[in-house]
């Protein structure tokens, strides 16, 4: 069974910064990390493979730095790593880098027939949620999305079960290989990378792919000239300070105190009592 985890590698949002002039994302001091959603997926991959045996191919897409990423999802036990990147992909947006990305899972399929491909459900970055989709879309592959558990893989069948979360409860899903998962946040825990692993990761030749390996076809569908996409503007919410209310009450009396609480806050948002002046108006009205 050959599972592709498609991972990014993306800056700690914990510590990211806005220009106050420019308005656009400072990036230099900024450590880079696996999508923290990815991690989700490449455990799953990794757990199947323990279960079925197998292969995992861990790919992403971005610049010559990216391969550090791409080593630690190695260190986790990952099979295989393959880093697309071309000066031609800069700027791409999730329509473009869907169609890179469906591109080099398309070139692995033909080294190795592709089984399962897993994302994240989203990156940490640009939180759209759509190259999962894009990727299966382009690759006409079933589609899971928000998935938090693999029931069952039957490689024979060529089938899978999944439990998706959604509005009201769970759902079970069962579907034919090969598939497109992305997976949920929580779903499980990444495992610790064994020694073994962390050596072969650290001595490891992560292949890279120009846009002829990767298969690229019309290059304008790839970087500026194929992302329709345009950021007007990114910025930082403004904060607003404001003092926390203060208010004494009696134990004893919880209906006083309650009656405090109500005429504090009443009379800190006045649009709020007005409202409620109103409805209660026109519930009286209504009685009447």
């Not at 998962?181 to 072969?200: H, K, V, Y």
Request: with cysteine; hydrophobic share 45%.
């Amino acid at each position: 069974m050959h599972i592709v985890v498609c991972i990014k590698q993306v800056p700690d949002s914990a510590q990211i910064r806005v220009h106050p002039v420019t308005n656009t994302i400072m990036r230099q001091g900024v450590p880079a990390i696996i999508n923290p959603y990815d991690l989700f997926a490449i455990e799953a991959a990794l757990a199947l493979k323990d279960q079925l045996g197998g292969k995992v191919t861990v790919l992403t897409m971005g610049p010559p730095q990216a391969e550090a990423a791409l080593k630690k999802a190695l260190s986790y036990g990952c099979d295989d790593a393959v880093l697309v990147t071309d000066k031609l992909f800069a700027g791409s947006d999730t329509l473009a880098t869907s169609y890179v990305l469906a591109s080099a899972i398309r070139t692995l399929d033909q080294e190795n027939p592709v089984d399962l491909v897993l994302t994240g459900k989203q990156t940490i970055d640009g939180d759209t949620a759509q190259v999962g989709p894009g990727i299966a879309r382009r690759l006409k592959l079933e589609l899971l999305t928000y998935v938090s558990r693999i029931v069952r893989v039957d490689p024979a069948a060529r089938s899978i079960r999944v439990e998706r979360r959604a509005e009201g409860g769970v759902q079970v899903l069962e579907t034919r290989l090969p598939a497109l998962i992305t997976m949920l946040e929580g779903s499980n825990e990444i495992r610790f990378g064994s020694a073994p692993d962390l050596f072969r990761a650290a001595r490891a030749q992560v292949r890279r792919w120009d846009r002829n390996a990767a298969g690229i076809e019309d290059i304008t569908k790839v970087g500026l000239k194929g992302s329709p996409t345009i950021v007007s503007r990114v910025f930082v919410p403004s904060s607003r300070a404001r003092k926390a209310l203060q208010i004494g009450f009696d134990p004893a009396n919880p209906e006083v105190a309650t009656q405090a609480l109500l005429d504090k806050l009443l009379a800190e948002f006045p649009k709020v009592k007005k409202e409620l002046d109103n409805k209660r108006a026109a519930a009286g009205e209504r009685h009447e």
